[in-house]
Every structure is written in C-alpha cells, then in structure tokens.
C-alpha cells in the first residue's frame, strides 16, 4: 500500500517569507498529524484532525501557523511570515480512527535564512 | 513534556542483540509502552506496543517489568540498518487515537 506523501522534500526561504507543506495520507486513513521535529529534538505534535475537523491544535502557533484538511483527505500546513526559529522538518502521519499505529511521511525539511 | 528517559545513545555490535531501555516509572494505568525508530532523513516507524505482558513480533520483542516503571526493547540480531534513534512513548489508550509525545530518544549505533 502507498504510504503517507509529502511535498516538498526540502524547501528554503529567507525570513518574513510564506510557505506551504502538502501531506496525502494513507486512503482511509481518517486522523492525521502534523509534528515539527527541530534538530537533535523528537517530534512535537502541531495538529491533529480527525476527517476534516481539528482535534488538537493546543500547541499550534496560531499567530503564524495555519493548517487545513478539506473534505478530509489532504492537508496543508501554511507559515506566514516564516521565522529563524521556525527552521525544522514537519512530517505529517495518518492513522486509522482506533488504530494503533502511526504512518509517518519522510518530512519536509525547511531552512529559514 | 515526555514521561519517559532514555539513555541518549548505544553502540551494538552487528549479529548481537541490541537491548534499549527505557524508564517510566510514573506510567498510569491505562497508559501503553511504544517503541518507535526514525532512521537518518526518514520519518518515525512503529516497531511495537504493549500494557503489561511481553510482546514480540518480526522486528523486535519488548520486555516490561511486572511493576510497568520500566522496559527493555530487544532488537535480537541487529544489523547496520538498525542505525538509528529509538523513541520509547508512554501514551494513553483512549479512542487508541491520542497523538504521541516524543522525547529525545536512544541513538543506537550498530557497528560491523
């Protein structure tokens, strides 16, 4: 079976930029995650839907941070303006609703200059 | 924040078996032990859970002691492709669907 996708891979910006992470997860897989990994660190949960509804966004930095999931399949995670500090992979994982196990994508990896 | 510790990294000779513990001494009841790994440039990946009893399964076996407070994951022949960082997780059996708190893990380095 496919696993989750992400796009890009790699994406460098400069400071005050935007920018936007796309994530596919697994067909029929109804929760998914988007966790921000920063070097030497394990990954931190940002947001969680369940269909198209947010589940936990607790630690989402709403002043800059925003995520979607239209009609419950894809979902995009958008910053704007892009800090220094916001430099990290944001990997994406799906899950099914009483699943045990997440699926994690490879992560996109963002460089602010 | 993370209810587990972890040694920060291992070395473990190729074809020996690799023994990652892991602390959680303040583990509730309702709460499960999984292991993930994230090797190099990769996302994390499931290897294992278990609430009390002994699991095993074709990648690893996991070991917990009977009063839960700590666990041992077993990588039984390891291989240079084991390299990587593993993630001991307490996480709570809700909806089973309850998102994962990652510390900083055990980098285990397996050498030829």
């Known amino acids: 079976e496919a696993g989750v996708a992400q796009s890009p891979r790699y994406k460098i910006i400069e400071k005050r930029q935007s920018v936007a992470f796309w994530c596919n997860p697994i067909s029929g897989h109804a929760t998914l995650y988007w966790y921000q990994q920063i070097l030497g660190q394990g990954p931190k949960l940002l947001i969680q839907?369940?269909?198209?509804?947010?589940?936990?966004d607790s630690q989402l930095p709403k002043d800059r941070f925003s995520a979607e999931r239209l009609k419950g399949v894809d979902s995009t995670l958008k910053i704007q303006p892009a800090k220094l500090e916001d430099s990290a992979v944001y990997l994406c994982?799906?899950?099914?609703?009483?699943?045990?196990?997440?699926?994690f994508g490879p992560g996109t990896r963002l460089t602010v200059l | 924040d993370a209810k587990t510790t972890q040694p920060p990294s291992m070395d473990c000779a190729e074809g020996r078996a690799a023994n990652l513990p892991c602390n959680h001494s303040t583990i509730s009841g309702n709460e499960y032990v999984y292991w993930y790994r994230q090797i190099h440039s990769q996302g994390p990946q499931y290897i294992i859970h278990?609430?009390?009893n002994n699991e095993t399964n074709e990648m690893a076996s996991l070991i917990i002691t009977e009063d839960r407070k700590s666990s041992t994951l077993i990588l039984p022949h390891a291989t240079l492709r084991d390299t990587a960082v593993y993630y001991c997780?307490?996480?709570?059996?809700?909806?089973?669907?309850?998102?994962?708190?990652f510390g900083k893990g055990t980098r285990l380095s397996v050498i030829a």
């Open positions: 997780i307490v996480r709570p059996w809700i909806s089973g669907n309850t998102p994962l708190v």
């Open positions: 994982a799906s899950s099914l609703v009483t699943g045990n196990e997440q699926f």
């Open positions: 278990g609430l009390k």
């Open positions: 839907f369940q269909n198209n509804g947010v589940v936990d």
